[in-house]
């Protein structure tokens, strides 16, 4: 496997190496942690905190007195999973269990003047280790109302028994390592979740909090604060606050709009980014030009070498965006198109094979499409509403435009390509049937909809339904058809039909009723001795054929019995994505399946889809981006995140 691409996605948190401000730290969403040695502008994928996929890593923190050493705390997606802390001893490459297994830890902070002293805020307390990660105990009382739900932690830079703790519901603050706890909300709005607490360290006692309700400061460790004046309201959901080591006046603001600074400590407030990125992170680089580095949603990584006042894209080697599908030309092996989510272009596409990405011309809302389809005229997808969209490029247009026509009277045979003539001509109307699949051979089209199997012959630009038997009335969840027309095979509910002589006439066969209801239906290149091959992705896993649809079986050993996210075929070797997660291939049609090595890759592939040579498999990621996968290496290839 070969990561393509596109770059960016979701930044959770940054962790900074105190001896080396260049070299950072980037924690994600499935508990991938990234890393660059240069400032940001190369990064590379590092290693997993913990096993889960459904890791959020949530705060990053680099021993200073060994770089190597790091700690990440994390919770799951699953709350019957938690989360945990993790501790690596080589930079990131490899992570294991420092504590608090099972627990949901939102933050972490280490002591400045003990670094082996961490606290940690889970959804149910506040714990401490004085020995870097080897054993915890709880600091906050048992079963308290108010001390639980933790959002974020600090440490007084001179005492380490010096704690603030901000929760959902305000914040509070020990002076004696936990055995005693006083709530400091005075000057702060009642009921504030307290995102964000940094205490000075430059000036004793000042303190700055960030919640719902704004940004406070305390020039007495929290007993009075006062709010911060100069930000407007729709942007005070800020999720850090950072202060300047060098400069201590100045303190940046990551929130909901944008990133703020302050160079008098907060008196007086400046927007330096556009209000519509919401910023998730914030890194002060080294020298008096005070380079700084963002998390912003769906953007990734961004730099200013200038203190702020420009930046630039900075995710060279951050892979890590959502693909939701993905559809490959048949023509041009090299041409790909994917869908992604929280991105700032929901459909981008690579002539290269991945090397650049490329946004799609605007006119579709990425959630009207239900699938993308690579056919011969370009790129086409189904609509939710019902009908196609086409992305057209002729005059230059470059955008998604509304497709194809339907005969608005059936006609009566399965060869006619369209509507009966009338006066004036046919009568046609837009197409607007919901496609639950699409198959093509050349410029025949056929499309299983929710009301039958429509045809077309003219690559989609107008469609007729076949008026045989229950074809053309059923819904179809699937249809698919052989290079050269002839066969074509249906799938609806719990049965599959198949014809040999382009839809004149159609045999019915039953799936087996222990698989359950049919997703999706495939016909293999080449055939057994018995017949076609064909597969079945049903709710319980996925049932082949190896005589043109007269018996199943549930697919060879090896594969789980779990639905398929999708399925890809050249020749004898097949490559399945499994809803559960992982990739797994088979050499032998299907009859034995293995895992395929992903490497650091272990999350959910929801498509993949084959280059027109067939020499290679294209998948996308739930969360890393778009994959190659060569047909030839699949069975002992490893992930190479190399772009």
């Known amino acids: 496997m070969r990561a393509l691409g596109p770059t960016g996605g979701s930044v959770q948190c940054f ?54 050493s790091l700690f990440a705390a994390t919770w799951t997606r699953d709350p019957a999973a938690g989360g945990g802390v993790f501790q690596s001893g080589d930079g990131g490459r490899n992570w294991a269990g420092a504590g608090l297994a099972g627990q949901a830890v939102r933050a972490l902070a280490m002591a400045p003047s003990s670094p082996d002293t961490l606290v940690a805020g889970t959804l149910d307390g506040v714990y401490r280790t ?6 915890w105990s709880r ?17 007084d830079p001179k005492d380490p028994d010096v704690i603030y703790a901000g929760t959902f519901h305000l914040p509070w603050k020990t002076t004696d390592g936990g055995m005693s706890w006083q709530s400091i909300h005075t000057g702060m709005i009642d009921d504030s979740d307290v995102m964000s607490i940094l205490a000075d360290r430059k000036q004793p006692g000042r303190v700055y909090a960030s919640a719902c309700s704004g940004i406070y400061r305390s020039e007495d460790g ?7 004046q100069g930000i407007p309201y729709e942007s005070r959901r800020t999720v850090q606050i950072l202060q300047d080591a060098q400069h201590p006046d100045i303190v940046l603001a990551a929130t909901t709009e944008g990133l703020w600074k302050s160079a008098d400590a907060g008196s007086t407030w400046i927007r330096l980014t556009p209000a519509d990125w919401p910023v998730t992170g914030i890194v002060l680089g080294p020298g008096e030009t005070r380079a700084v580095l963002i998390g912003v949603e769906q953007r990734g990584v961004l730099s200013s070498g200038d203190g702020g006042e420009h930046f630039a894209e900075s995710n060279d080697g951050f892979l890590h965006r959502q693909v939701l599908a993905l559809a490959a030309d048949p023509s041009d092996a090299r041409h790909v198109l994917a869908e992604l989510a929280n991105a700032p272009a929901p459909f981008v596409e690579t002539m290269d094979g991945g090397r650049t990405w490329l946004p799609l011309g605007p006119g579709l809302d990425s959630q009207k499409i239900i699938k993308i389809y690579g056919t011969p005229d370009g790129w086409w997808g189904a609509l939710r509403d019902g009908g196609f969209a086409r992305y057209d490029v002729s005059k230059g247009r470059e955008a998604w435009t509304i497709a194809g026509r339907i005969a608005s009277v059936p006609p009566r045979g399965p060869t006619r390509s369209q509507a009966p003539a009338v006066k004036g001509g046919p009568l046609y109307r837009r197409f607007d049937l919901v496609v639950n699949d699409l198959a093509f051979s050349g410029p025949i089209w056929f499309a299983a909809t ?19 038997g ?21 799938g609806a509910i719990h049965d599959v039909a198949g014809s040999s002589d382009g839809g004149v006439s159609w045999t019915w066969h039953s799936l087996p009723s222990m698989g359950g209801s049919l997703r999706h239906l495939w016909i293999a290149e080449e055939e057994s001795q018995e017949g076609e091959i064909l597969l079945a992705n049903t709710q319980r896993g996925l049932y082949s054929s190896r005589d043109s649809g007269g018996t199943w079986q549930a697919e060879g050993f090896g594969l789980p019995e779990v639905p398929l996210s999708d399925l890809a075929v050249s020749g004898e070797v097949f490559i399945a994505s499994v809803e559960t997660g992982g990739l797994y291939f088979s050499r032998d049609a299907g009859r034995s399946w293995s895992p395929l090595d992903p490497g650091l890759i272990q999350g959910l592939f929801p498509a993949l889809a084959t280059s027109a040579d067939k020499t290679f498999v294209y ?12 047909w030839k290496t699949s069975g002992n290839a490893s992930t190479d995140t190399r772009p």
């Open 222 to 228: 929290g007993a009075l604060w006062e709010k911060v």
């Open 130 to 135: 004085r020995d870097a990660g080897r054993t």
């Open 15 to 68: 962790g900074q190496d105190p001896g080396n401000p260049n070299r950072v730290f980037l924690g994600t969403a499935d508990g991938h942690i990234f890393g660059t040695e240069d400032g940001g502008a190369h990064w590379e994928l590092l290693g997993r905190a913990g096993a889960r996929a459904d890791s959020v890593v949530t705060a990053i923190l680099v021993d200073p007195r060994d770089p190597k």
């Open 139 to 155: 600091i906050s009382p048992q079963g308290d109302a108010e001390i639980r739900n933790l959002d974020s932690l600090a440490v």
């Open 450 to 468: 929710d009301r039958g199997l429509q045809v077309s012959r003219d690559n989609g630009r107008t469609w007729a339904g076949l008026s045989v």
């Open 619 to 630: 998948a996308g990621s739930e969360t890393e981006g778009v994959f190659r996968i060569d």
């Open 470 to 490: 229950a074809i053309s009335t059923i819904p179809l969840d699937s249809v698919c058809v052989s290079a050269d027309a002839r066969h074509i095979w249906i």
